[in-house]
């Protein structure tokens, strides 16, 4: 059975759509087989993977104007499969506003493939809106791409609030996946010092690879790959086979309910500023 998981940060820029498609071409490449939704009308995940026309897309699947079939597309990858966006996904958000039940229809219609795919990937635009609940409705687990700056922590608590308010109301088997660290510039004692506190602070929910910031990660989108297949010996072709191999290894995500430490669950509390001192 296979587990879905949501890249969630309401900041923009800081490697959710990066993050996915890498993510799932590394464990496509490890024999996995993967699904990635374009879930951001901004369609970046789309173009980043090499889909040239993207309708019917994410948003004729929601609206029920084209079925799974026609929706889910190859891409260069075997093993890794796609559902575009286009900008008509904005429309969705407000057409989504004054439907009974608004927040259940990705995993609706995500439910015939849940299990005919490894992982599947929810890529989220960058806000805490109808969409990104969706998103958070269909998984299985978050996971939190952060960058190495100060103000990183800065709306974490707006989102750990969310996502507690989801486990609670709507989706009470949602776990937090994890958090990692993406473009990391080692040399800055402010990026160490972040790592360092956040680390601290979210312990185990954190991954221990740490992507660095590499400009052929930027690069890669731009022709339409996923850096494996672009430049696979750069250092953000290793972090992101490093942190696909720590995915794996953590293995499928356990609700809370049924986990020992299901209480104790990781973010709880979080202060919106840490103290940096
Ligand atoms: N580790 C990295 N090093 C350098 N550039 C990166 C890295 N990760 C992402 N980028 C670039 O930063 C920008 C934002 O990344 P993106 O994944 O689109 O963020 P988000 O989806 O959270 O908005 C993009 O132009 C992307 O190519
Ligand atoms: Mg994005």
Redesign the pocket.
Known sequence: MGAVYV?V?Q?????????AINLGAYLAGAGKSVLLVDF?SQA?LSSGIGVRSARPGVYELLSGTAPLEQVMRKTGIPGLHVIPASIDLSGAAVELIDQKEREYFLKKALGPVRNRYDYIFI?CP?SLGILTLNGLIAADAVLI?MQCEYFAMEGLSLLFKTIRRIQKHLNPALVIGGIFF???DQRTRLAQEVVKQVSAYFRDSVFSTI?????R??EA?SHGLAISQYDPLCS?AKAYQSLAAELIKRGKPVPAAAHPAGAAAPGAGVKERPDHG
């Open positions: 890249f940060n900041k923009g820029g800081v490697g959710k759509t990066t993050s951001d970046n890529d960058p791409p993406t473009m990391y992507v660095p910031r590499n400009v990660l930027s989108p953000g």
